[in-house]
């Protein structure tokens, strides 16, 4: 039976496994890129508790992205891992200190500007996706509600992270834009791409 499995892993998709796909991609592309860990539930994990995202979640201080099982068994998984990773981009390559920085001289305008740094995000997570060999898609052939809209990434405790909605709609138009492999085009608003290209490995 594994023989046949084998056999049938070489002749095509049915043994892909986009999670793994993007964690490559991912490391191809920048320095410092976060392990995957699979694990059964997401509380628990790095401070997590039951109000964190339950499939993914992104551990600054561990430098891991905590999978379950369950989550990488969907289809938008590798849109949910790549999600992550656009998280640790911004984090190593320096554009969430700048974020943070312009929040906490700009407190009022904190919500427009964690929106901003959302729309990266996900278009950080289009380009990976991209780079995995993954087909093109929207957010909308897997989704009705927006994802990530609450915490998902951070220092321990997970659970302190921070919260942004944007909507579905916007998520989709980001993620798009960085499917189409240029990574110049995830500079929305005032967050330009110029510290990712600069991090982008050749």
Known sequence: MRFVLALMCLAGPICADPVADVAAAARVAF?????????????????????????????????????????????????????AYGHAVQVKHGVADLALAQIRSRAGEEQMLRGLVA??????????????????????????E??????HWGRDPLRIGPEVSIGLAAR???FQL???????????????ADLLLAALKP
Do not use: K
Not at 120 to 144: S, Y
Not at 146 to 151: I, L, V
């Open 31 to 83: 320095d410092g890129m976060p392990r995957v860990a699979r694990v059964d539930a997401i509380e628990g994990q790095c401070g997590a508790d039951a109000h964190v995202n339950n499939q993914v979640a992104y551990c600054a201080t561990r430098n891991v992205i905590f999978v379950t099982d369950a989550a990488a068994a969907l289809p938008e998984a590798g849109y949910l891992v790549a999600h």
């Open 172 to 174: 989709d138009e980001w």
């Open 119 to 144: 729309r990266q995000v996900d278009c950080i997570a289009g380009f990976l996706l991209a780079r995995a060999g993954l087909p093109d898609a929207r957010l909308t052939d897997w989704m009705t």
């Open 146 to 151: 927006e994802p990530f809209a609450g915490t």
């Open 178 to 192: 960085g499917q189409g492999g240029d990574l110049a085009a995830c500079a929305p608003g005032e967050f330009s």
